[in-house]
């Protein structure tokens, strides 16, 4: 029996503006398989107006971060509480350019996980090894730990999806082997039962990350723990989406 849809999630990152929304309503025009969820994460400005623009069931908006706390006095920040208030369903927590560039550690994004899931949206929570990591052979450990410190107690397959992403592979046309794609997904997939007990595990979703492509979303998508993909670069057009999505089938 099928346990998992696929779930597709764009991440714009900080590109787009009012005249990229002409992407968005191409893709919503295009989807037309209900087993597959395809999330758009948008930069904060356009979350709103895009979400006025989508028609489709299929097509959800989503952020690429949030505040822990629910409001005050955090100058510059945006709370999962707000961007559920203009229509945001999903939001991306500990993505490793925020984990690198902003210092933003697994316990931290736990409560930014937390926050997510108290609003009622779904959380993306990313885990990734760097280049140096994969070289000593410390993938699997890395990124057992900060699935462990990253996910609240709360978490379960209705409100979180884990994206394994190596931050050597985001925007650098690198990709692992897809033996090493499946093993990592694998480790992951047992460590959720041992959190989260077998049923959970079997349902929560795990995405790859990292320079997926038309060109080798298949592979990817045939493996057995891999349940979607997180895409950068190939989001922001939304022929190249469309294209990606096509081939998240249910095997
Ligand atoms: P990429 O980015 O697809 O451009 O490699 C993935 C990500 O950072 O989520």
């Not at 994460?41 to 069931?57: D, E, G, R």
């Amino acid at each position: 029996m099928k346990k998992r849809n696929y779930l597709i999630a764009g991440n714009w990152k900080m590109n787009g503006t009012l005249g990229s929304l002409r992407e968005v309503i191409e893709l919503d025009k295009a989807l037309n398989n209900p087993e597959i969820e395809l999330v758009l994460c948008l930069p904060a400005t356009i979350i709103h107006p895009a979400v006025k623009k989508v028609l489709s069931t299929h097509l959800r908006i989503g952020a690429q971060n949030c505040h822990h706390h629910q409001e005050g006095a955090f100058t510059g920040d945006v709370s999962a509480k707000m961007l559920k208030d203009i229509g945001a369903n999903f939001v991306i927590v500990g993505h490793s350019e925020r984990r690198q560039a902003y210092g933003e550690t697994s316990e931290l994004v736990k409560e930014k996980a937390s926050a997510v899931i108290n609003e009622g949206l779904m959380t993306i929570i990313c885990v990734g090894e760097t280049e140096e990591q994969k070289n000593n052979s410390q993938t699997e450990e890395i990124v057992c730990a900060q699935v462990k410190k990253s996910m609240p107690n709360a978490a379960n397959e209705k409100n979180t999806v884990i994206a394994y992403e190596p931050i050597w592979a985001i925007g650098t046309g690198k990709v692992p082997s897809l033996d090493d794609i499946k093993k990592i997904h694998g480790s992951i997939r047992s460590l959720l039962g041992k959190i989260k007990g077998e049923d959970v595990s079997q349902r929560m979703r795990i995405l790859y990350g990292g320079s997926v492509k038309p060109g080798n979303a298949k592979d990817i998508f045939c493996l057995e723990d891999v349940d979607g993909a997180l895409v950068g670069g190939a989001s922001l057009k939304a022929a190249d989406l469309v294209e990606i999505a096509k081939y998240a089938q249910v095997y």
